[in-house]
Structures are given as C-alpha cells and as structure tokens.
C-alpha cells in the first residue's frame, strides 16, 4: 500500500492541490521525513469519517474541582470510550518501558494491525469536554512510549471543533509528536521544541506549550482549514485560536466524544503498538456553567 507525501516544495501548499508522489514506507528512509512529510493521508481519512450522530447522548458529569487523578481501566470509564477499526485498545500494566510508567504501572495499549481499510486505528475518546473553548485549556498534554509505527506517527490528539456556538463541528484538529521539533515542524516546531520522538520510551508531549508570554506554542494542524497545514509550515494552538476565536469542543454523540487519543489511521498496510497514560486536561471554567472553579485532571489509565 502507498503512502502519500507531498512533493519537494509543494509541502507548505499541502491542501492547494500540489502534485503528489507515492512513497513506499519500507524504502523511505528517515532523513528523507525531515522538513518533507505532511499528515496528508491521515488529514484524508479524517476528513472522510462521516460526522452523523449516532443519537447517543453522554452523561453531563461536572469537572471536579482542583487537580484530580481518575484511574480508567475499562471501556466506558470515566467518560471515555474506546473506537477501533482492525485494532485494539486495552488497558494492561505496561510493556513499553515498564520502568518509566508515568503513573501508576499500568497505561492504555493502542494496537493496530493492517487491515482492509481505508483506516485503520486504535483510539479512545471522552465526551467530557463538551462546549470547551481551546482559550480556556489550562492543560492538555500526555504520555507516550512507542514500540512501532510508520517512522512518523507516535500517539496523537484530535479534538472535534465547533467554531460558531451550533455545537455543529466544522473542523478537527490534529497534535502529532513528530511536528513538535523545528527539524520537522518548521518555524512552529521551533518554538514548540519537543522531542524529537524515540521508540520504546516514555516522552511527555504538551499539547498547549505556554511560553512565558502566555501563547500556545504547540503545533496543531487541521482538517478543514487549509491555513493550517500538516508538515513543515505547521503552526501554533495561539495561530489557530486567534483564527478561530470561538474555536470550542463538542463531541458528536455519546459514543463518539470530542477529545481522542489516537494511533494509526495512515496507511491500511501500517502497523502500530504504542502506549498512552497519565493523559491531564485542565480548564478554566470561567463561571460559565454556574461553576467558578478550575478542573485539571489526570486520567491514568491502568490495568483493571
Ligand atoms: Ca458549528
Ligand atoms: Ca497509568
């Protein structure tokens, strides 16, 4: 199966209809990732997923207040659920680097083997966040170990996107380890300054990246707004928030929740075994819903 990369300058024109080349994943060797790779398979599959409710409603469980850790160790636990497609996602005591664990032993194990396609992943996903504006994160960061993947693809965030208050989403943003570094993540990437990623050990990835001045450093990319590309002319949370001010998750249905922890959706031949804990979002609750307390919590999945 092919996998998609744009070709030499086009990069920063990714969603322009730039002239596009196969590359074989075997024979792509790592240098030829740095500055030159862009998530354009992975932006083409979730752009693809049909976002139609299912009907399904989610429980409304109020943000408690101060920093709280939540043990998950099941399916539909603490408002997370669990969506693959020819993949797994368990919750096992960790066989990445056990001596590493960053909470407690155990971490949320997203495996993905090559499968008919067109995607193929492993993901979990939590419906409480519903109505959170992106300027009101305090917190969204993570722990992953990877034990395999495509040579670009470590475990990634998406948040579903409303931009107007309809609760419709018009967009999905993307945070992937790879594009954190300036080597592959450009500009952004510099200021971010994360990484670079390496197998088969816990690394921390902060999805906000706060500098001193307050702005949000971390490079997202997205799927709708083509002036936010994937790949070396990615750019920061602050870029898209000041493009999209009113930039909020919403989850789609109860099953289907607006923040998800992610491994694979590339190519359907990929193939994926990595590790995901101690997963903190924190929110500024602004006495918007009758609450005047922020809410940070760590979800540290575990082994039941
Ligand atoms: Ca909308
Ligand atoms: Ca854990």
Redo the contacts with the bound molecule.
Sequence with gaps: MMRWRAAGLCTAALLGGCERTPVQPTKRPRADLIGGFTSYLTQQLLANEPLVSDGSTWTDEPLPPGHTIH?VNHDDMDSWKIQVASGTATFEN?QCDAAE????????HLVVTPGAGPATYARDRATRYHRTYLRDLTRLDYYACDHKNNGQQWPFLVLEIDWNGDNTIEDQIVFEPAYQNGAQGGACGALSNQGPEALDRWQFWDGRRQDAAGRFRACWWSVNDPAFPSGFAIRSLSDYITAHPNAAIVNLDGNHGGVQALHGLSSASDSYDGWV??LTIGKDINGSSGQTYNSTITY???QP
């Design positions: 043990v960790d664990t960053p909470q407690g032993s155990g971490a949320l804990d101690a540290d999945f575990e």
